[in-house]
């Protein structure tokens, strides 16, 4: 019997009984066996899902293959941050296109080919809006950014609009392998400052108890307004900025069925060498 029938031509319903302040939290593990999933994934593929490819922990332990192209995950979300295969630059999608920042500081289209080891997307439909004022750093932009958030047990997706006399982004040079653990590796980071640029901060708030597979707290990512410029964003100072959230009470994670994956040990908190990773 095809297993896999139930899922195509049309999507589940999703009955929402109860106001959006208490809908549920629902997490949604898949492994995807091969490329042949896919259709699986886009069975789920609505909006209000937050969909991520593999665990935070397998990337801070060196499992750089790429299993998910971008193609794939455009098909699933138009909004969203990842890294390519090998940690060849940071991606950030926005308005259904994925952009590719390099090592060298430029920044290209990414190709529908490229694959991700670790990435989130989502249909980035925003319900709550604010503006914020002068920034002075990143610190200081999470403090503002908890007043704001109206529960600290659901995941948003957070665009921020905004004036920056100065924001500090990073990227990473393509790995060869063997791969090196993230946190051995993030000195050769190659950081760029940016001064008096207009751009968007595109990416995720989580909530603490997600710390195995993702990092709780904002992680951003940046793209210039003429797509020039971009990476990890490590540091910002900011004048001002419109700020769009998307509440996410639905999280899908397709696991990469490779060998290095499934012999991997990913047990143990890693949260202080993935926020090494993340320059906090």
């Not at 002075?136 to 047990?153: C, G, M, Q, V």
């Not at 595109?202 to 597979?213: E, K």
Request: hydrophobic fraction near 40%; aromatic fraction near 10%; include cysteine.
């Amino acid at each position: 019997m095809n297993t896999m029938s139930r899922y195509t031509g049309k999507r589940a319903p999703l009955g929402r009984s109860t106001p959006m302040r208490r809908l549920n939290f629902i997490l949604l593990a898949v492994v995807a066996i091969s490329l042949l999933a896919a259709p699986l994934v886009r069975a789920f593929a609505q909006d209000g899902i937050l969909y991520q490819i593999s665990a935070s922990n397998a990337l801070s332990t060196g499992l750089f293959d790429g299993h998910v192209s971008c193609a794939q995950i455009k098909e699933n979300g138009d909004f969203g941050i990842a890294v390519s295969e090998g940690l060849d630059g940071e991606l950030v999608l926005l308005d259904g296109t994925f952009y590719q920042q390099l090592a060298d500081g430029t920044v290209q289209v990414a190709p529908d080919s490229l694959m991700v080891p670790f990435g989130m997307a989502t249909r980035f439909k925003p319900i709550e809006h604010f503006d914020l004022g002068a920034i002075k750093n990143y610190p200081e932009l999470r403090a503002e950014f908890d007043k704001h958030i109206t529960s600290r047990n659901i995941i948003y997706a957070v665009r921020i609009e905004g004036n920056f006399p100065w924001i500090k982004n990073r990227s990473f040079s393509k790995q060869s392998k063997p791969y090196r653990k993230q946190a051995v590796i993030v000195d050769e980071q190659k950081v760029f400052v940016e001064k008096n640029t207009e751009g968007t901060l595109v990416g995720f708030w989580f909530p603490d108890y997600i710390h195995a597979v993702n990092l709780p707290g904002l992680h951003l990512h940046y793209l210039s307004k003429d797509h020039r410029s971009g990476g990890h964003t490590l540091d910002l100072a900011m004048s001002k900025a419109k700020v769009s959230l998307q509440p996410i009470y639905q999280y899908l994670i397709v696991l990469p069925s490779s060998g290095e994956f499934l012999k991997a040990d990913l047990t143990g908190d890693k949260t202080q060498e993935i926020k090494k990773v993340q320059g906090r």
